[in-house]
DNA sequence: TTGTAAGCGTTATCAA
DNA sequence: TTGATAACGCTTACAA
């Protein structure tokens, strides 16, 4: 592993000079950069980046916990971005994967450790149900971490980047009464969430003069979206006059739904009409494609590495804050 | 930031008796050990890693690269198994996602640098189409890193942890005989991956003493799985007599290929029985709920941490190398 | 335009 | 049982 000290001695300089050369700062002769920069390459130089850490007190090193019930492509994409946008900054990413059980303390506490270990620069957390995420960041601001919360649907007191799900839900619903659907329902999930999609419904039936109908499936909610969407379905079949459309809380339980009334030999969207939420990679492929909201995931993941970075830098907080929240897209596909 | 130097001077002794009552090496006197374990834990101490990395030689950091065509839960899956492993023997999992544009030279160089650049005590390849695997590992290698692939389906010439997906398609197939199906075709997919499952159909059938029936739809095969699956069912469908069972190449094919049989108003699994492979999520979403093949995610994931963590700690390469393979499992649904 | 040298926090050698 | 000290590779204040 070539130092600075090799290449200054094969190129007969100091290593000053040769970290002049090398960082192109400061007076360096023509002919003696063009010389260290030779020998660099033949050495195939490479800075030491444990070095450089422990000089500056930089560790260039970006922690990002992700939950472990969020392995799917909605979040990976965003971790994609997020990732990209840091590495062509100059940051590492080191990711952390939850724990398996949900609310499981000890494997909490051990994460964190391991995270605030390594003096990362500035963390990332990608929320699930479940993680704690106001301590995680109490614990990470008490170890002067700047940080940033991906898509949260709680308020959890820190920078954050959001998805406007509300209008989405807006559009879905005016796009399947554009299509001359009058009676159309909502399917509820997790209360947690539901400010962050209720509302949209409710606004767009109100413009649209029609009668609000919540599906909500008898007895408490449920984490399994798939049998809460086929238990919808029951309760949803029950009514009558039957509603022509429904909007889901997410695609996962439009595919429970879905189940049912293909079950049933009811025909989508003859028959019903069913928007899904998320646009996963199921919205396409399933039966029929399903008219979904597009979340805008590379966007959110650029986001939050842009808020990290300037918080890195030491930039003035604007007056809002850092926080943002961006837009999601209608996908009309077959089932509406 | 506590460093040693600050327990020191708190604890009332040298750095280097600090260093030897964290670390429990050598002889420390009871009395001393307590009162310096009491200091750290007051201050917050918390090693300098890159300090220690610089001393020591040993990053701790694995680099870890994904192509983007891979961020779905199956390759997440392993990603959190190898994650996980590797931070609880101490070490931190540095992510890089691939280039977003398949075969991009200039952006892969860009990524191996970063990678590089941090002196990762080893790497491991989760590869996709189109990803340079054999360069980049033969990179790795030049620069002493060892390596590990993450089932690669061409022979990379590395060590690398397998699936065994011939045995998978074997007992898919048998499954479906075993319910009365005595028309069973295979739908292939990526020339390049047929040979880990094609081999198992024809052994199948073979002993069931079937006909094999191949379903290669017309053209060259393009890597849209889910127009793939489409495309083949119109060939399927043209078969006279019909098949009455087919094993496909993936669980997105299975989804082109049944929206197909949907659209006919072909019954599944009264006229056909369809079986996938994968077992993502949408194999138990769908409609009807799909048959397929389960890969040992988790299991491939800690493998290959382990093979890292083995060479990484220079214990001696067995007999037959690193490399290991996995059974997968068959999941019966309602689709066969 | 170039060089000397201190110091980041840790580890580990050697001496006391 | 403990301590003084060098060294890892880099950055940077200061000197030449």
Partial sequence: MASLKHIAQAAGVSVRTVNRALKNDGYVAESTRKRVLRAARRLSYRPNLSARALKTGQSHEIGAVIGSASLDELHMEKMAAFERTLRAAGYCVHVLFGPSRVGDKAEVGDLLEALLGRRPAAAALFPQSGMPVADTVRDLQGARVPCVVLDPWEDVGVDSVRIDRQQGVYEAVKHMAGR????VAFLGGDPDKACARLPGYQRAVRELGLTPILVPPPGEYTPDEYAWGRRSAEAFLALSPRPDAIQTFSDVMAMGFLAVLHERGIRVPEEVAVAGFDDRRIASFCWPPLT?????NAKVGEAAAE??????????????GWSRSFPTRLVIREST
Avoid at 292 to 296: E, G, L, S
């Fill in 180 to 183: 001359g659907r009058h009676r």
């Fill in 292 to 296: 979904t909201v597009r979340q805008p």
């Fill in 307 to 320: 808020i990290l970075l300037a918080k890195i830098e030491g930039r003035p907080t604007p007056a809002g």
